[in-house]
């Protein structure tokens, strides 16, 4: 087992900086992910870390050894990519003890690291399928095994559950985070989508345009995004962002959207009196927007009134494209809510749980 640490990592390719002075430090056996929209940079320091790739600046490190310039095969690692690259026309068996024969594993010390393989994945009666016999799901699991027969300090994954639908992403999501527990192994995981991070993950790293923007839990992402990227990366549906001015009233804070003003929390004031009467971001979750005839309990309420440009009915919930004035955003109401497209509606922030950012800086208020 073994922690793994980034200092100011960086690579580039030509003039482009795919990674830029990246700090991480991975503890051992934690499940990290690295997250982010296609082309931020998330795969190159997996790769960087594989030794896939060349690093131009800065140093990886393996526990206390420096990897910069160690093998890919001597750094005691295992990689499950998004292609599962299984060899046709071998076994499951013989595809996930390839690699152990070239090292000159002993047979018997091969069939116990298989057969453990395979109990613990649910995969022994298909030993002795071939790749074209197999679900996606079933090959899936075969290039998590041949990872695990290697008994790795550190496993790596590149978005391996990419190809998969939806039903069999959310039953391996499961899988992985049960293996993680057993192996009780590092783990670090790739993925643009920021629902895997937040199921699977004991913390997560959010990359945007190769440029590390928050580590933290799941739920400190969610709560308190430092950024608007962060903000907006994390949730699903995103974040809502209005921009606004904050204002001061007969002793009260309130942000004016022009199109409605909703009353900040006393508990805010001296977080936000320095921006009084200036230009501000607001951000609200579509989850803290509610229909006023079914409050939940414990919310701080400020009404809005908006136009319904288009109802989802998603069974447990509504969600509701809103207008108000030149402002767009989503709602997540009750699902007894009564309205429908083109109505006029009134909804209710909850502003216990708003945000504010500076839009210069575009960084969060707190």
């Known amino acids: 087992m073994a922690s793994v640490t980034y200092e100011n990592v960086t690579k580039k390719f030509g003039e482009v900086i795919a990674v830029n002075k990246l700090n991480i430090e991975i503890a051992d056996k934690e499940f990290l992910v690295l997250v982010g929209p296609s082309g931020c940079g998330k795969t190159t320091a997996l790769r ?42 071998m076994s499951v068996y013989d595809n996930m003890a390839f690699g152990l024969k070239l090292r000159k594993t002993p047979k018997e010390e091969i069939k116990r690291r298989v057969n453990e393989a395979a109990n613990t994945l649910g995969i022994e009666s298909l030993l002795d399928r071939k790749p074209r016999q197999l679900s996606g799901g079933q090959r899936q699991r075969v290039a998590v095994g041949r990872a695990i027969v290697r008994e790795p300090k550190v496993f790596l ?6 190809n998969l639908d939806a039903k069999l992403r959310v039953e391996t999501r499961a899988n992985l985070s049960k293996l993680h527990q057993q192996l009780k192994t590092t783990f670090i995981y790739v ?15 959010v990359i945007n345009r190769g440029i590390l923007q ?6 400190m992402l969610y709560d308190q995004p430092d950024n608007l990227f962060v903000a907006g990366f994390i949730g699903s549906p995103a974040m809502n962002f209005f921009k606004a001015k904050l204002v001061r009233g007969d002793g009260k804070l309130f942000v004016d959207g022009s199109s409605f003003k909703v009353e900040v929390p006393s508990f805010k004031n001296d977080i936000y009196s320095k921006y009084v009467d200036k230009p501000v971001i607001m951000g609200i979750r579509p989850e803290d927007i509610q229909d006023p005839h079914f409050l939940p309990p414990g919310i701080i309420p400020q009404p809005v009134d908006g136009l319904v440009d288009v109802t989802e009915l998603m069974g447990n919930e509504i969600q509701l494209y809103v207008t108000t004035g030149e402002h767009n955003f989503v709602a997540r109401v009750d699902p007894r809510t009564k309205v429908a497209m083109g109505d006029k509606t009134q909804v209710v922030f909850n502003m216990g749980n708003m945000h504010l950012f500076d839009p210069e800086t575009e960084t969060a208020i707190r």
Do not use: C, W
């Open 48 to 89: 960087l870390l594989a030794g896939l790739e060349e690093i131009t600046e800065g140093r990886i490190m393996i526990g206390d050894r420096m990897v910069n310039d160690v093998a890919p095969k001597d750094r005691d690692i295992a990689m499950v990519f998004q292609s599962y690259a299984l060899y046709p026309h």
């Open 157 to 162: 994954f590149d978005e391996p559950l990419s």
């Open 191 to 205: 993925t643009h989508d920021q629902i895997e991070a937040m199921t699977m993950a004991s913390r997560i790293a």
């Open 214 to 219: 928050q580590v933290d839990t799941p739920q």
